[in-house]
């Protein structure tokens, strides 16, 4: 993967995300690891506030933004919410 993996762990009470931790972001270079740095407080976020892995694909980091889904996703998955 040329820009880097993206996973993430959940900890959740009940149906209800508490904390999205980022383990690995897509840090290649220096402007991957900014645009990391910048989209993943916002991915949290979304994620602890909808109780989703339905986060917004934010310009600019698509890659990152689908990828952190799809890792929250299967988080998800295997706390099964």
Known sequence: IRWGDVQVAVTAIGDDIVEVEALSM??????????????EPVLRQ????????????????????????RSLQSALDQLDL
């Open 26 to 39: 897509p840090s290649a270079d220096r402007h991957t690891r900014e645009l990391s740095d910048n989209v």
């Open 46 to 69: 979304e994620a602890i506030a909808f109780d989703s892995a339905d986060v917004s694909v934010i310009s600019g980091a698509t890659y990152t933004s689908e990828a952190y889904a």
